[in-house]
């Protein structure tokens, strides 16, 4: 019986070579951790919607200010009596307060401030408290002198240390800002401690310490990375709670003082005024409850669009 034989057409057919970085490629698509948070954070109308708005309030809010030209230290004393107690309409969109001052204007002028001192105290906290909780949460040695310094913070009122502080230091921006940040860093820190050591542990953390990498850089770039939703839920908490706190110390006369508009000082002033004309009341409360509520609506949707479990 006659073998038959087979003949392959060169066109068709071709030898594979070997190539050893290819060998290495896995056949997936290119994956961008940042691409990801994006794609997974617009999923979500709803929360779209609530960032625009939200970014609206905000540049509305930092340049509103600068084009009405208010100034909270000469209006208390125009005193206009023609213009005092008008309610709202279409001339007056928020009416006019007690010395004739156009609401509309001082709502705007006091969020300004209130975004401003809660943007930056966020940021002094989140830098200070991730930056030394992770090399507490690293370093066994520095843990046990840090948990005194946490146990003491912790015990002692927040509102006793921001009245003595305030009236040491004096009413002020600067001195608000460091109220709100004096002991907040050690919370943050105290929290990033807690994260870092249930991570640092790990087999891939001790085999890179049996390799001889250097403590920070294993905190840089084997834990710190992990950290990040958690730092994001962490922050989406931190702004709105920090606005609260303004608000709150200004209405107690330990914020701003007379030299700048805040929402706080505005409630405090307007609370009198609830019986015959309640608007003065709740206008400013409800703007700094809808950018409370929006800044955290935000905050735990960049959270859970940052976590890489959800990047599916």
Not at 274 to 288: A, K, Q
Request: net charge neutral; aromatic share 14%.
């Amino acid at each position: 019986m006659e073998e038959n034989s087979v003949k392959y057409d060169s066109d068709l057919f071709e030898f594979a070579s070997y190539d050893k970085d290819e060998s290495e490629h896995i056949a997936a698509p290119k994956y961008s951790y940042w691409k990801s948070v994006w794609r997974t954070f617009v999923k979500d109308k709803f929360t779209v919607g609530v960032a625009i708005l939200l970014l609206i309030l905000i540049l509305f809010a930092l340049i509103q200010p600068s084009v009405s030209g208010y100034d909270p230290l000469i209006a208390p004393n125009i005193n206009n009596s023609e213009m005092r107690f008008i309610k709202p309409c279409a001339e007056h969109i928020f009416g006019t307060d007690n010395v004739g001052n156009e609401v509309f204007d001082v709502v705007w002028a006091g969020a300004k401030n209130s975004i401003i001192i809660s943007f930056v105290c966020t940021f002094i906290t989140m830098v200070l408290g991730v930056v030394i909780g992770a090399v507490w949460g690293f370093s066994k040695k520095i843990d046990k002198w840090m948990l005194e310094v946490y146990n003491v913070v912790a015990n002692v009122p927040f509102l006793l240390l921001a009245m003595i502080l305030s009236y040491v230091l004096g009413a002020g921006m600067g001195t608000l800002i460091f109220v709100m940040c004096v002991t907040e860093w050690v919370f943050v820190a105290f929290f990033i401690r807690t994260q870092v050591m249930i991570i640092r542990d790990r087999e891939y953390n001790l085999a890179s310490k049996c390799l001889g990498t250097s403590n920070w850089t294993m905190i840089k770039n084997n834990i710190l990375p992990y950290l990040i939703s958690v730092i994001m839920t962490y922050v989406s908490r931190m702004v709105p709670s920090l606005i609260s706190y303004e608000v709150f110390l200004s209405y107690m006369g330990l914020g701003l003082g007379v030299t700048k508009a805040s929402l706080g000082r505005m409630i405090s002033i307007y609370t009198s005024y609830m019986n015959g004309y309640p608007h003065l009341f709740w206008i400013p409360v409800t703007v700094l409850a809808i950018l409370s509520i929006s800044l955290y609506i935000v905050g735990q949707k960049l959270a859970d669009a940052a976590d890489p479990r959800t990047h599916m």
